[in-house]
């Protein structure tokens, strides 16, 4: 079992920026691609960005292309999301996700486990 903290979250201006963490416990940090997903009232959760285990490589949604940036820290067991230039249609819960490295890493159902969420909300 691998456990999910996410934190970061909160209220931030159009134009502003937060950094979301995500800690992770339980079994090893290793081997697992980390994923960060969103979803927004009445919508169906999408995937926002996500990060290899091996080789690191970086994936992004489009519409966050260019303005986030995913890292990780596998000393630390924590994963990032760094949203700069936010937008109100950024406004969503953002859930951390880890699955098993091997099979596309954007694909929702492929992760295996789950943090909570974080409120991420961005006035105009």
């Known amino acids: 079992q691998v456990q999910l903290v996410e934190s970061g979250g909160g209220l931030v201006q159009a134009g502003g920026s937060l950094r979301l963490s995500c800690a992770a416990s339980g079994r090893t940090f290793s081997g697992y691609d980390m994923g960060w997903f969103r979803q927004a009232p009445g919508k169906e959760r999408e995937f926002v960005a996500a990060?290899?285990?091996?080789?690191?490589?970086?994936y992004y949604a489009d519409s966050v292309k260019g303005r986030f940036t995913i890292s990780r820290d596998n000393a630390k067991n924590t994963v990032y999301l760094q949203m700069n230039s936010l937008k109100p249609e950024d406004t969503a819960v953002y859930f951390c996700?880890?699955?098993?490295?091997?099979?596309?890493?954007?694909?929702?159902?492929?992760?295996?486990?789950w943090g909570q969420g974080t409120q991420v909300t961005v006035s105009s």
């Open positions: 990060i290899r285990w091996i080789g690191g490589s970086t």
């Open positions: 996700a880890a699955k098993a490295t091997g099979l596309s890493p954007v694909v929702t159902t492929r992760y295996q486990y």
